[in-house]
T-cell receptor, first 112, second 113 residues
Framework: DQQVKQNSPSLSVQEGRISILNCDYT??????FLWYKKYPAEGPTFLIS?????DKNEDGRFTVFLNKSAKHLSLHIVPSQPGDSAVYFC???????????FGQGTTLQVKP | NAGVMQNPRHLVRRRGQEARLRCSPM?????VYWYRQLPEEGLKFMVY????????ESGMPKERFSAEFPKEGPSILRIQQVVRGDSAAYFC???????????FGSGTRLTVV
């Protein structure tokens, strides 16, 4: 039972363009959603989060949008840079548990 | 301020041996979480511990796996009688008592041969 899904295993974009990574969820008991970036042989690094009561959070080149009615969130990176190439994981925080549920990840490649 | 420290980074065990993975949380963090990542998959929650307490072990396999976070020293994830299917990357994360500010370590890559 996959509660958090990232349906695109990979995404390739040109440097300077927008990268849009998508994530769907099925559980309404999540209080926060988070995006992590992961390089090979390293642990996930926190990027940006959004509370379930918000619909947008922006931090520099990164913006996360939350559509609660569609149970969908997306991460926008603009402009994309080659250093953004990594695996991006969407995660949902289960309310009052400390537990995170992760999606399968999307590999982003930004071409120079 | 050192981040979450995991060791060893790589661990090779033969089938039937025991694997011990260690995690030292960030300074000031009293909550520790263990996750496992199988190849081509996302991270899966295993266990959540506070000092001397297991808070949630709903993601732990019923047999062979155990975890502890003693009053002194690192958190330990122990896998007894390892099998090939235990080969994975095991990540530890820590957070302060508020639960916010989850920080992951670099992981331990376990290979069972």
């Amino acid at each position: 039972d996959q509660q958090v899904k990232q349906n695109s295993p990979s995404l390739s974009v040109q440097e300077g363009r927008i990268s849009i990574l998508n994530c769907d969820y099925t559980n309404s008991m999540f209080d926060y959603f988070l995006w992590y970036k992961k390089y090979p042989a390293e642990g996930p690094t926190f990027l940006i989060s959004i509370s379930s009561i918000k619909d947008k959070n922006e931090d520099g080149r990164f913006t996360v949008f939350l559509n609660k009615s569609a149970k969908h969130l997306s991460l926008h990176i603009v402009p994309s840079q080659p250093g953004d190439s990594a695996v991006y994981f969407c995660a949902a925080s289960v309310r009052n548990t400390g537990k995170l549920i992760f999606g399968q990840g999307t590999t982003l490649q930004v071409k120079p | 301020n050192a981040g979450v420290m995991q060791n060893p980074r790589h661990l090779v065990r033969r089938r039937g041996q025991e694997a011990r993975l260690r995690c030292s949380p960030m300074k000031g963090h009293s909550h520790v979480y263990w996750y496992r990542q199988l190849p081509e998959e996302g991270l899966k929650f295993m266990v959540y511990l506070q000092k001397e307490n297991i808070i949630d072990e709903s993601g732990m396999p019923k047999e062979r796996f155990s975890a502890e976070f003693p009053k002194e020293g690192p958190s330990i994830l122990r896998i007894q009688q390892v099998v090939r299917g235990d080969s994975a990357a095991y990540f530890c994360a820590s957070s302060p008592p508020s639960g916010n500010g989850y920080t992951f370590g670099s992981g331990t890559r376990l290979t069972v041969v």
